[in-house]
């Protein structure tokens, strides 16, 4: 199962700058949320008539009159790639304007619990904590309408976190990677109730991301994008650049 010319589009939201991704296939309109975790206002208004301020990256129409071809958008599920506050903080506001399922590892599930009192440490308030309506499950390709998302458990940033895998039949595939990894970096180990661990971490990356093919292009949950062959070459803690048999040059923890 694969999309043609996914459309995708990146909103930079809330105090840490998290990516949020909204992908849509262009042959049906269905679309799925990924990561909905704060202004969800501003992704509301846009994905359901091009108001207010759009996208800050976007691969699909940048108005109505020039989406006036394709089908119109429906939001078929809201997915995680973990349940750290930033990124799943206003889901409940998304959920209940959709109506649709929200999808979650359950190794995150105590994590998401949390959120609201996350959030009160960067002064933010937050609804009352989403509880999710479906795991995800790991190794396997679910369909939210006609959207197919592949989902690699790759626990390490938290036990729950997941990349996301949208396949494309006629381009580089896009993997959608929360805090798992970054543009030279990866995520945190050491924040509080999310059982990171720098080793699982490293062993995730390896196992489930640096087999994807090299043109892959990874959507970290903040800063640039990048390429899973890039990363492989380059990413001074996990990658080729960090020295045959350890990984990289520091911990987080």
């Known amino acids: 199962m694969a999309l043609s010319e996914p459309w995708i589009e990146h909103f930079f939201v809330g105090p840490l700058q998290m990516r949020c991704s ?3 296939d262009r ?3 269905d679309t799925v949320i990924v990561d909905g975790g704060d202004e969800p206002q501003r992704l509301i208004d846009w994905i359901d ?6 996208p800050d990256w976007s691969t699909g129409p940048a108005s109505a009159d020039e989406a006036g071809g394709l089908p119109a958008r429906r939001v078929t599920a809201l997915i995680n790639t973990h349940a750290h506050f930033d990124h799943s903080g206003f889901i409940p506001v998304l959920r209940d304007h ?7 590892h359950p190794d995150d599930t105590y994590l998401q619990t949390l959120a609201q009192r996350s959030g009160l440490r960067y002064g933010l308030s937050l609804p009352e904590p989403a509880v999710a309506d479906h795991e995800l499950i790991p190794d396997s390709t679910m369909a939210f309408g006609s959207v197919p998302v592949r989902v690699l458990h790759t626990p390490g940033h938290t036990l729950g976190g997941c990349c996301l895998l949208v396949e494309v039949d ?4 896009h993997v959608f990677v929360g805090d798992t990894l970054f543009a030279g970096s990866v995520g945190r180990t050491d924040i509080a109730d999310s059982g990171g661990d720098f080793d699982l971490l490293a062993a995730s990356i390896h196992g489930q991301l640096w087999p994807l093919p090299l043109d892959t292009v990874v959507h970290p949950g ?3 994008l990048t390429t899973i062959g890039h990363e492989r070459a380059t990413n001074p803690f996990v990658g ?3 020295g045959k048999g350890v990984y990289g040059f520091g911990k987080y923890a």
């Open 222 to 224: 903040h800063g640039p």
């Open 98 to 104: 959709y109506n649709v399922p929200w999808y979650l």
């Open 240 to 242: 080729d650049a960090a």
């Open 49 to 54: 008539g091009f108001q207010g301020r759009g």
């Open 170 to 173: 006629d381009g580089p595939d």
């Open 22 to 24: 909204v992908v849509t």
């Open 27 to 29: 042959s049906t309109g």
